[in-house]
């Protein structure tokens, strides 16, 4: 289905992607803080595996412009919690051919 021609796609904001990015963000926040001393000691706080946290975490490295993105719906469909969870090159710069954003919906 092609839309019109002017027609604007609606957003596709991902609340299970903007949740872990909001956890991501907060997690990074209470170990910064010295709230905790150690992911460890955060997971086992928040009934969380250590594994899991370590992934989530991982999040905060992503480039402004794809969390932006993301916030703003403007991911490709495909891009979901479990592809981000994935390994990304941790270089911002490097990062935009691994996860796909719409560009065509700025």
């Known amino acids: 289905m092609q839309l019109p021609k002017g027609a604007v796609q609606p957003r596709r ?3 299970t992607l903007i949740k872990a990015l909001a956890r991501a963000f907060r997690w990074k926040r209470m170990l910064e ?3 905790f001393a150690s992911i460890s000691e955060l ?3 928040e009934g969380i595996a250590f594994t ?3 992934r989530v975490l991982r999040l905060t490295l992503l480039a402004p412009d794809i969390v932006e993105a993301i916030l703003d719906g403007r991911q490709r469909p ?3 919690l479990a ?3 994935e390994p990304f090159p941790v270089e911002w710069m490097s990062q935009g051919a691994a996860i796909e954003l719409d560009h065509d919906h700025s």
């Open 78 to 80: 495909e891009v979901s």
């Open 52 to 54: 899991y946290m370590a």
């Open 83 to 85: 592809r981000v969870l």
């Open 13 to 15: 904001a991902d609340n």
């Open 43 to 45: 997971a086992e706080n």
């Open 33 to 35: 803080s010295g709230e």
